[in-house]
């Protein structure tokens, strides 16, 4: 168990992918005025992360670094579309305002079903996953090396700021526009020898463009076959059948 | 047996911004010698390393590892034979665990999965990090990551062994240990460090780069024994040597 992660799944990554591209699917073939019967698809990420013991923070932190992109995409809709369709006790919601809401609803549910396939299985699993299910292995070699250079930017990023912290005075300085935009330009002069010298710590020990992990992936359709099964069971039921409609009505019959 | 020599005939390489870090360096290591290479910091041993493996493009120059002259197509066949180990264990692991990282070179050679896991488990033992092959490589110690970093070079079984700073950031108990190991691997061995006492113990013939020239090359103890050449590259005794009189 990574403590900064959860519990990693014992699940195939193609179990995972599978599940993950049926996930943003559903949620992207709903109409744009749809709200309501987004809500049961939460149940997937909410399953997840309990499931996996997932810290809600650190979900919550990468989904906030989305977020603002999110408003972005779906800002002008209440400008542009202001005819109401919806109405109820006196108050009216325009189309925009509803197209919003439901793009930011559709936008959180799939980058949270992405953070979570990352955080359940490790990234080079998830890799050997998509090069078993016939994904061009110069695609997956190439996802492996932006990972792996995040990684090493992040790294660099920080040793950057600690040196930069340990010689200011204050506590938790602020660093000046005109630092902070040279340091950019050393980190990523440092972060490219770095990726430079790892590159050839590959090629000596023999790299020729494949990444070859040593523990095989096995497939159980017992366990990874009723994991998918179950999963895109639930999202044609989410999709095709309106759960809140029949929830609340049965809630309102009694 | 003389296929794990190396040989290096006028090897020279200037750095882009024109800093000239080798200059015309000729030395030959026969199959199975062990030779230190020392010198102040900037004097050109790293580069050199590089060079030998085919890393760096010399600006001049043949290197000559086994009958293989070192060129861009050979450059896959000398690395084969080659184990190199890296100056800061950071460049050697990129795999997400010790184990992945260890059996990443063997994977590469086509080893079948369980030469791969013996290779990877007989390198940790020897190191003494068996017990780290589940560890994420990115969350070790310092020392850890260098124990690590050599295993991932033994388990290529290589003809030729190319070390640089094999010693910095290990605890007594792992640089012992690798002296052990050192002493033990019978091929050609070329260590570049500024640990003096290592080279005493392992290495009976020392090369002494200064300003990227040969300095010297002879043997260990009469090398350390020369003090004025000592001083002029900007070097002290080993500390198993300072109580012997000048």
């Known amino acids: 168990m990574n403590p900064s992660t959860g519990r990693q799944s014992g699940i195939d990554p193609r179990a995972l992918w599978i599940v993950t591209f049926a996930f943003i699917l559903t949620v992207t073939s709903f109409g744009k005025y749809e709200i309501s019967r987004l809500t049961p698809l939460f149940l997937y990420p909410v399953a997840m992360t309990a499931f996996y013991g997932l810290p809600l923070k650190e979900l919550g932190k990468r989904i906030l670094l989305v977020l603002p992109f999110i408003l972005l995409v779906g800002l002008f809709n209440p400008v542009f579309d202001r005819r109401a369709v ?3 006790g006196g108050f009216s919601l325009s189309g925009g305002w509803v197209s919003f809401i439901s793009i930011v609803l559709r936008s959180l549910l799939a980058v949270s ?7 359940v299985s490790p990234f080079d699993r998830l ?8 994904v061009p292995r110069v ?4 996802l492996q090396f932006l990972h792996r250079y995040l990684l090493l930017l992040k790294g660099e990023a920080q040793r950057m700021i600690r040196a930069h912290h340990l010689r200011c005075p204050v506590n938790r300085p602020k660093i000046p526009m005109e630092v902070a935009s040279s340091m950019i330009g050393s980190l990523l002069l ?3 020898d770095r990726a430079t010298r790892i590159h050839w710590a590959m090629l000596v020990r023999g790299f020729d463009g494949e990444i070859r992990l040593q523990r095989p992936l096995s497939f159980s359709w017992a366990r990874d076959g009723s994991f998918a099964a179950a999963w895109g069971l639930f999202f044609l039921l989410s999709r095709f059948v309106d759960l809140p409609g029949i929830l609340s009505g049965w809630v309102l019959a009694r | 047996m003389s296929h794990h020599f190396l040989e290096v005939q006028d090897l020279s390489y200037t750095y882009p911004d024109g800093t000239e870090a080798l200059k015309g360096l000729s030395f030959r290591l026969e199959h199975g010698e062990a030779v230190g290479v020392v010198g102040a910091n900037g004097a050109g041993k790293s580069t050199l390393l590089l060079a030998l493996a085919g890393l760096v493009d010399p600006s001049g120059g043949i290197v000559n590892v086994g009958g293989t002259i070192l060129g861009k197509k050979t450059v896959g066949e000398v690395r084969k034979r080659m184990g190199f180990l890296f100056q800061d264990p950071d460049d050697q692991l990129f795999m997400p665990t010790v184990f992945e990282d260890v059996a990443f070179g063997p994977a590469n050679q086509g080893l079948s999965p369980e030469e791969v896991s013996n290779r990877v488990r007989q390198a940790l033992e020897d190191v003494g990090a068996i017990g780290l092959a589940e560890r994420q ?7 850890q990551k260098r124990s690590v970093a050599i295993a991932t070079v033994l388990s290529m079984l290589p003809d030729i062994l190319v070390m640089d700073e094999p010693s910095s950031g290990l605890d007594p108990k792992g640089r012992r240990r690798l002296i052990g190991l050192l002493a033990r691997f019978t091929h050609t061995r070329l260590v570049a460090t500024h640990d003096l006492d290592l080279v005493m113990e392992v290495c009976p013939r020392t090369i002494v780069l200064h300003e990227g020239c040969l300095a010297a090359d002879g043997p260990t103890r009469k090398i350390f024994g020369d003090q004025k050449l000592l001083e002029t590259c900007h070097l002290e005794r080993p500390l198993c040597m300072q109580g012997e009189c000048r």
């Open chain 1, 139 to 142: 695609l997956v070699t190439q």
């Open chain 1, 127 to 134: 890799c050997l996953g998509l090069e078993k299910m016939r």
């Open chain 2, 137 to 143: 490589s990115h969350r070790l110690s310092g020392g």
């Open chain 1, 190 to 192: 440092r972060a490219v």
């Open chain 1, 86 to 88: 919806l109405e109820a």
């Open chain 1, 113 to 119: 079903s992405a953070i979570l396939l990352v955080l």
